[in-house]
């Protein structure tokens, strides 16, 4: 068994060449929450890698065109070639049906990415695959990519910010699962939401006029969304981790003390040296990095200025302001907004 009461599929007692058992921390929370900003910070200090989106791997290792964070297109990075080829080697070790390339993964994921699988990994932890030969195959490939990773990176901990909860469930299996709850407050979240869909629909050349119902529509079900994500990940984590694993941090805390909440974060890990990453007049110095998978900010290196986002103060007219604060107040209560 792992330290945290997970089997450990490839257990040292099978190979003594295995690789141990990896550590995940999993940024869990509603989008557009500064998940990508966290996992950066993250990714500078020693011992640790963060990879994005990482359920996104293996689409990116098949399409071919999609990029890394360090410019090239995912096939070409030296980093991801080299996780690759260590991940195959893992997986002939292993017995003849494991997966072996990205587009078994791929396939994997169409049948094992069902809401019957993550109910019963949360009801019966590891006990889930037994019976379940798709899921035991894609839980396997997870834990040797973790595996690889770590491996390749030098890292001891594994950052995912995957956005589904069977990803996060899988993982659970796949290693020793940490949780750190992102929050930020919710009008900050819908409005950056509701400006991100509109420039989406710009370059698709869709501008449009919105009419005020249904924007105020729009601001009630992304509400009630974020009310249910954040209770559900919460309950999720309690499920999958040891109390003294999760952790709940705010964005609006990380931007104005970054160093508070990572030592917090470290504690968490209870890592025996860190380095946290310059911080220097409300700026972060971030350095070219290997992220696979998430949104634009991945690809940004150099000083970077910390500042919050509260476009939304302007933005938001006091109906809709009124609107969120009225669905989400028992969280926002409870999150201290
Ligand atoms: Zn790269």
């Known amino acids: ?12 007692e099978k190979d003594k060449m295995a690789p141990a058992t990896p550590r995940i921390l999993y940024i869990v929370g509603s989008g557009r929450s500064g998940t990508t900003l966290l996992g950066k910070m993250l990714n500078e200090m020693e011992g640790v ?36 080829a260590l991940w195959q080697a893992l997986s002939s070790s ?20 069902q809401r019957r699988h993550l109910f019963a990994i949360l009801r019966k932890g590891d006990r889930a695959m037994r019976g379940q030969p798709a899921l035991t195959k894609y839980v ?19 950052v995912d910010s995957s956005k589904r909860p069977i990803d996060t469930a899988i993982a659970s299996l796949a290693g020793n699962i940490y949780f750190v709850h992102l ?23 869709k501008s449009e006029q919105v009419g005020a119902l249904s924007l105020a529509l729009r601001y009630a079900i992304n509400t009630i969304q974020w009310d249910v994500r954040n209770v559900f ?13 999760t952790q709940r941090s705010h964005y609006e ?12 974060i470290v504690d968490m890990l209870q890592m025996d040296s860190c380095n946290l990453p310059s911080l220097h007049d409300n700026s972060v110095d971030f350095s070219q990095s290997h992220i696979a998978h998430g949104n634009r900010m991945r690809f940004t290196v150099g000083p970077t200025p910390l500042r919050e986002d509260r476009a939304w103060e302007q933005g938001l007219n006091r109906n809709q302001r009124r609107l969120i604060e009225l669905l989400a107040w028992p969280l926002m209560r409870r999150y201290e907004y």
């Open 140 to 158: 396997m490939g997870m834990q040797r990519l973790y595996q690889a990773i770590a491996q390749v990176s030098g890292a001891k901990v594994i």
């Open 233 to 245: 990940v919460a309950w999720m984590a309690r499920r999958l981790a040891q109390p003294r694993h």
């Open 49 to 84: 890698f963060f990879g994005g989106e990482l359920r996104f791997v293996w689409e990116q290792y098949a399409d071919g065109r999609s990029r890394c964070a360090c410019g090239k297109a995912q096939a070409a990075c030296e980093f991801w070639a080299e996780v690759l």
């Open 253 to 264: 805390d990380l931007i104005a003390q970054p160093e508070r909440t990572l030592y917090g």
């Open 94 to 113: 292993e017995e003849r049906t494991a997966a072996r390339t990205p587009l078994d993964m791929i396939e994997l994921q169409a049948s094992v990415f």
């Open 1 to 12: 068994m792992g330290d945290n009461g997970r089997v450990d599929i490839l257990s040292p």
């Open 183 to 205: 929050i930020r407050d919710p009008r900050g979240v819908m409005f950056s939401r509701e400006k991100r869909r509109m420039r989406v629909r710009a370059m698709k050349g």
